[in-house]
Every structure is written in C-alpha cells, then in structure tokens.
C-alpha cells in the first residue's frame, strides 16, 4: 500500500485531499504535513501528522525516512495575489521548498505530484481554448514560479527518473477550507456571502472569463493522474485541466436560479484584475483525457447546487 505525504496539508486542497488519501489507501498510510498551524478535527483525529517546513530540506527528509514515504503530493504553496505582494517569499516556498522536496524524492526514490496552474501562462499565451504545448511567459511571481516549477520537475523525471507529474489547475471552488490569498477565491466567497448576505462585491470585473473546478474533481484529477499508467504520459508537468468556464455574471445568474434576490455589484482589485486578464479564458484539456483519462464530473450547475446546500446547512 502507498506511504503518502501531503505537504500544505491544512490548505485548501491539501486539507480535503488528505481525507480523500485516507479514504483510498488507509487513513495510517497518509501523513497530513503542515508548516506551522496543527490541523484540527477529523483531519487531525483521522491520521498521523507531522510539522514539514519545506523550505528546510532536513525536515522533509527525516518525515519521508520515519513513515517510509514513497508518494508525496506537494502542495505547500503561496498564491497569486499574495505572492504579487510577497515575491522573495513566493520563491522560497514556491522553488526553494519545491527544490527540497525533489532532491529529498531523488534519495528516497518517491513520486511526486506538484500542482501547476492556469497562472503558468501569460497575456502572450493563446487565451482562448489554451493548448497544452504553448508559450508560457507569465509576468506574475506566481506564475513564474510555476513555469519553473514545471521545468524543474520535468528536469528530475528525465535527469535522475523521479516520477514527476503534476496538472494546472485552474481556480479551485470547495465548501471546508476557505482558499488563501488567490485571484480566483471571489468564486468561493461568493457562495458565502449569498447565503449569508445575499449580496457579494465581487473583486473581478465582469467579462472576466477564468476556468474553474469543484474540489471533489480536483481530488480526481491528482489521484487519478498519480494511478496512471506511466507508459501512456506523454506529458507529466504539467496537464491542463479544467471542468468549466465563467465570469462572475454567469456565477451569479446560476446562485439566483436557488436565491433569487440574491445581488452582485463591483469593486475591482485592480491587481488581481490585471494577474486574472493574464490567464486564459478557457483551457483545452484532451491531453489530460487522451494520456490518463480524465473527465470532470461537477459543471456550474452542479456544483452551484451541491455549494449551496452544503454551505446552508453549515452556516445556519
Ligand atoms: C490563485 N486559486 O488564484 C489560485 C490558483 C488558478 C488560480 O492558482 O492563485
């Protein structure tokens, strides 16, 4: 059975693919990894955890050698916005740690999955339908690091045979962790407020197409590319992939089909603004379905649905 360690393990994705990981390959078998604040609940009561600065090298490796890793899935990282406004930090966790975490996989001989994302591509990028091959000039930190990230990890796949993969993912829509610090997160928050307020300022302006996916197909799309047959990867760092594409008019007609009197209006972070107009509108995603089968399973409609109820019962 798999030896799993998830870095960023109390993150947005992390904290649900940890629960995800438990659930398919034994709840022992998967080490939820955190930097610093101690996960709570059942994410805490369900499994082993461990602290994992990634950005020192020594404690990846000595978490790796006491569980016996052989997969890790790292997701330690800063977005978007943040890492616009913090770039020396963005580099040291989105490179440094990711540097560590690939040296210490070469020695342990672990596959790792890092996610990309929508940002690894640039206003220089075709931004309509964006090909898997294609120019990556993103002019963003975040999207930097990504592209280097990227490189980096298809660097150790062909020069040392560690078994790399990763997707782009595009903005992540989920009901347990809220996202920290993302240009995408107006499509969570949304959600909270329309149930709380109904009404939410949306820090997007309209028009701003950004492809998006509901986290249970997010968790789909890492395990099921770490089960692929690595005889059929063609690419491995990094798939697009996606489930569907929106601005936030579109988000906020399918909110008011279940509250009706729900309202939108704008106030525009002109920075974020300016890092989603670099990102595509649509991404095209056959490699992903061609080489390991990928298909999401959540459109808006669906998800909006399954947000809503879910969030009415948990904010009551
Ligand atoms: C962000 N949610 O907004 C992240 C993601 C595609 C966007 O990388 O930075």
Redo the contacts with the bound molecule.
């Keep these: 059975m798999k030896k799993i360690l998830v870095t960023g393990g109390v993150g947005q994705i992390g904290s649900e693919l940890v629960m995800e990981l438990r659930r398919v390959y034994g709840a022992e078998n998967v080490v939820c990894g955190v930097n610093r604040t101690q996960p709570g609940g059942r994410l805490k009561e369900s499994g082993p955890w461990e602290i994992v600065n990634c950005t020192e090298a020594r404690q990846v490796a000595d978490v790796v050698k006491k569980y016996d890793i052989d997969t890790i899935y790292h997701l330690a990282a800063i977005?978007?916005?943040v890492a616009e406004a913090k770039p020396n930090l963005a580099w040291n966790v989105n490179i440094n740690a990711l540097y560590n975490v690939l040296e210490v996989a070469r020695e342990a001989n672990c596959a790792v999955f890092t996610p990309s994302?929508?940002?690894a591509f640039g206003s220089s990028t075709p931004l309509d339908n964006t090909p898997q091959d294609t120019i990556q000039r993103p002019s963003t930190m975040?999207g930097v690091t990504k592209v280097a990230g990227e490189l980096l990890c298809d660097y150790y796949y062909k020069r040392f045979g560690v078994d790399t993969r990763g997707v782009r993912?595009?903005?992540?829509i989920s009901n347990e962790t809220l996202?920290g610090g993302?240009?995408?997160?107006y499509a969570v928050e949304i959600y909270y407020e329309a149930i709380k307020q109904k009404k939410y300022t949306c820090n997007l302006p309209a028009g701003t197409f950004l492809d998006m996916m509901y986290m249970p197909d997010a968790l789909k799309a890492a395990i099921d590319l770490m089960e692929a047959d690595p005889a059929k990867l063609i690419h491995r760092n990094a798939f697009n992939v996606t489930a569907m594409s929106f601005d936030p008019e579109i988000i906020a007609a399918e909110i008011k089909k279940h509250i009706p009197e729900f309202v939108l209006d704008y106030n525009v972070d002109k920075v974020k603004e300016g890092i989603a107009n670099s990102?595509p509108n649509s991404m095209d995603d056959s490699a992903a379905r061609a080489e390991w089968g990928w298909e999401p399973s959540y459109d808006l409609s669906a998800m909006t649905a399954d947000m809503l109820e879910v969030l009415g019962k948990k904010l009551k």
Excluded: E, V
């Design positions: 977005l978007s916005a994302s929508i940002g975040y993912y595009p903005g992540i996202p993302g240009t995408t997160d990102w």
